[in-house]
């Protein structure tokens, strides 16, 4: 190859390489946006980095009715929603969404829980909202579906629960 066939080449690949790459948007979102979103008095938001959190407050009567499984399902009851797709939709540049659930009384840590953005598809996140729905209205009635929503939440994200609730 002559200089100026190779200098010709190369100028063809910067200039469709630059094409090609597009600035990615990694705006994050407010946290007041966040809590607007999901428009709860119960959720504070915090953004760090590329992390959403949420902290949520769970009566300690919710958690004593319950037992371990209420203290377990708190944060999937959460990560689990139309709101929290919206939020990786809306926001490329947003890694994970993390929930943690205190006591409301002296704000204990009862569970956490944290979602990355390609632990769930388009499928799995139709499923993971229909578990979640299904676990929201009827799991006072039926427990299985809180099972069924901590063992699912379990497979999908990285979590924690307190020994002081969950022993």
Same mark, same amino acid.
């Given at each position: 190859?002559?200089? +100026? ?20 948007? &990694? ?20 953004? @760090?980095?590329?992390?959403? $959190? &949420? @902290?949520?407050?769970?009566? @300690? !009567? ?7 499984? #209420?203290? %377990? ?24 969404? +993390? ?12 569970? !956490?829980?944290?979602?990355? +953005? ?6 799995? #996140?139709? +499923?993971? %909202? ?10 006072? !009635?039926?427990? /299985?579906?809180?099972?069924?929503? /901590?063992?699912?939440?379990? $497979?999908?994200? $990285? ?9």
């Amino acid at each position: 190859m002559t200089n +100026r066939l190779i200098i010709n080449v190369l100028a063809m690949s910067l200039a469709l390489g630059s094409l090609a790459c597009e600035e990615a948007d &990694l705006a994050m979102p407010s946290e007041d946006a966040v809590e607007a979103l999901y428009s709860s008095s119960d959720v504070a938001a915090r953004v @760090t980095g590329n992390i959403v $959190e &949420l @902290t949520v407050n769970q009566p @300690t !009567r919710h958690v004593r009715r319950g037992g371990a499984l #209420w203290a %377990k399902v708190g944060p999937y009851i959460y990560l689990f929603t139309n709101e929290t797709e919206a939020l990786f939709q809306a926001y490329p540049g947003l890694s994970g969404v +993390r929930v943690i659930t205190r006591t409301g009384r002296n704000e204990t840590e009862v569970a !956490r829980a944290f979602l990355h +953005r390609e632990s769930l598809n388009e499928l799995t #996140w139709r +499923r993971s %909202k229909n578990i979640a729905g299904k676990a929201r209205t009827e799991g006072t !009635r039926k427990p /299985v579906l809180l099972e069924d929503l /901590v063992d699912w939440g379990q $497979e999908h994200t $990285e979590y924690g629960y307190s020994e002081d609730f969950v022993s």
